[in-house]
C-alpha cells in the first residue's frame, strides 16, 4: 500500500537550534516528494521538492530535505530554527504524471521555544 | 495577483442540507483537486480533474460531488450523504503536463455542521 509516514506528531526545538523532521515513504513507483508547509487555518505552502538528480535539495526559507532510496526517507532539516518557522509541516508522494494526486504524512507540528 | 481563490473562508451547514464551495484559479491551470484536512488525519484527495468537463473520484469521494464546466473553476458540493462533513477543505492546481509541476493550494474553507 502506498503511504507516507511522519514518525513524529510533534516536535519542539529551542530558536537557533537545528532541525530534523523524518518522513519515511511507501510507494510501488518511482516517487516524488514534497514537504509543505501549514500555518494555521492557512493553506499549504510548498517548502522544496524531489523529482530526481541530486538527493539533497534546497527549497525556501533555509530548508534542505536528502532523498534516500535505500531508506525509503525525505527528511527535512533546518539549520537554524527561526521563531517564524512554528508551523504544521507535511510531507507527500506523488507519481509521475499526476503530481496533483498526492499522499499526505499525518504531519508534523514544530513549537519554537524562545 | 496569480493564484487560487476559495469562497467562503467560513461556512456553517444544517444537517442535511448541501453546501457548495467555490474554487477559482487564474494560474491557466489544466488539472484542479479537492482535499480535505482532519486534524491528525493529513490530506486525503475528495476528486481531482485533469481537463474541462472530465473529473475523478479521489480517496474519500462518497457524499461529495464536483463540476468542471470551466477551466479556471471547480467548485465542490457537500452533501446531505457525507456522514462527517466538519473539515478544512483545500482546493489545488497543477500543470498537467506529466513533468512534475508543483501544485498550489488555495487558502482553504471551514465548514462546521450545526
Known amino acids: 500500500a502506498q503511504s507516507v509516514t511522519q514518525p513524529d506528531i510533534h516536535i519542539t526545538v529551542s530558536e537557533g537550534a537545528s532541525l530534523e523532521l523524518r518522513c519515511n515513504y511507501s510507494y510501488g513507483a518511482t516517487p516524488y516528494l514534497f514537504w509543505y508547509v501549514q500555518s494555521p487555518g492557512q493553506g499549504l505552502q510548498l517548502l522544496l521538492k524531489y523529482f530526481s538528480g541530486d538527493t539533497l535539495v534546497q527549497g525556501i526559507k533555509g530548508f534542505e530535505a536528502e532523498f534516500k532510496r535505500s531508506q525509503s526517507s525525505f527528511n527535512l532539516r533546518k539549520p537554524s530554527v527561526h521563531w517564524s518557522d512554528a508551523a504544521e509541516y507535511f510531507c507527500a508522494v506523488g507519481a509521475k504524471g499526476n503530481t496533483g494526486k498526492l499522499i499526505f504524512g499525518q504531519g508534523t507540528t514544530l513549537q519554537v521555544k524562545p | 495577483d496569480g493564484g487560487i481563490t476559495q469562497s467562503p473562508k467560513y461556512l456553517f451547514r444544517k444537517e442535511g442540507q448541501n453546501v457548495t464551495l467555490s474554487c477559482e484559479q487564474n494560474?491557466?491551470?489544466?488539472?484542479m483537486y479537492w482535499y480535505r484536512q482532519d486534524p491528525g488525519q493529513g490530506l486525503r484527495l475528495i476528486y481531482y480533474s485533469q481537463i474541462v468537463n472530465d473529473f475523478q473520484k479521489g480517496d474519500i469521494a462518497e457524499g461529495y460531488s464536483v463540476s468542471r464546466e470551466k477551466k479556471e473553476s471547480f467548485p465542490l458540493t457537500v452533501t446531505s450523504a457525507q456522514k462527517n462533513p466538519t473539515a478544512f477543505y483545500l482546493c489545488a492546481s497543477s500543470m498537467r503536463d506529466g513533468s512534475g509541476n508543483t501544485i498550489y493550494f488555495g487558502e482553504g474553507s471551514w465548514l462546521t455542521v450545526v
Open positions: 494560474l491557466n491551470h489544466d488539472a
